[in-house]
């Protein structure tokens, strides 16, 4: 269930990029070009505010190159984490890369990511909490879509997430806590350069 506060700010922050988007399309056709040079950018993906966290990105693009710092923290879907077990992602910082096919930083690309996250598992029926924390790799895929020629973007990606080092508990109430190898990862980012 997503809370109050998620709520109200995913409204607002999708009020502000519609607000922007209708502007944007009143503009008469080719009069707005496509980002060339340097450009400066601030991103959402939706999806953790609706796990009631956050995923917020400040990104720094250079013709082909893009490179990014997100901070995160949600729910873990069910479908995720093992029976019996529930488990929040407390925080997540990404120092993310990526390589464009096209100058501008549109189109696919091809990049990694490197960073912290800290996992809280529950299990019903058990008292406490177990707490572990990795630092990650991820490999990723994209393609970043600028539908007005600049300004809004969406930028769906998908990657896997593979730990390197990992340290914490390893154990909840008797039962071993999930071991994370590879996980794959899916995200819908909504943003705005300027």
Do not use: C, K
């Not at 109050?4 to 056709?29: D, I, K, M």
Request: proline share 8%.
């Amino acid at each position: 269930m997503m809370q109050p506060r998620n709520l109200l700010l995913s409204f607002l922050v999708a009020t502000a990029l519609l607000r922007v988007q209708g502007a944007l399309a009143a503009e008469p056709a080719g009069t707005r070009q496509g980002p060339t040079g340097v450009g400066l950018s601030l991103e959402i993906d939706p999806v953790p505010f609706m796990a009631g966290g956050y995923s917020v990105g400040l990104g720094w693009r250079l013709d082909h190159l893009r490179l990014s710092v997100h901070a995160y923290a949600a729910d873990v879907p069910s479908a995720v984490v093992p029976h019996g077990f529930d488990a929040r992602i407390r925080y997540g910082l990404a120092i993310r890369g990526q390589l464009y096919l096209e100058g501008g930083a549109r189109g696919w690309f091809a990049g990694a990511e490197l960073g912290p996250t800290s996992l809280r598992y529950t299990r019903s029926g058990t008292a406490g909490a177990a707490r572990v924390d990795h630092l990650s790799f991820t490999p990723t895929a994209g393609y970043r879509w600028f539908p007005w020629g600049g300004g809004l973007y969406l930028m769906p990606a998908a990657g896997v997430e593979m730990p390197l080092v990992s340290r914490g508990d390893s154990t909840l109430g008797g039962e071993p806590l999930p071991s994370r190898r590879a996980t794959p990862l899916a995200a819908f980012h909504v943003g705005w350069e300027i």
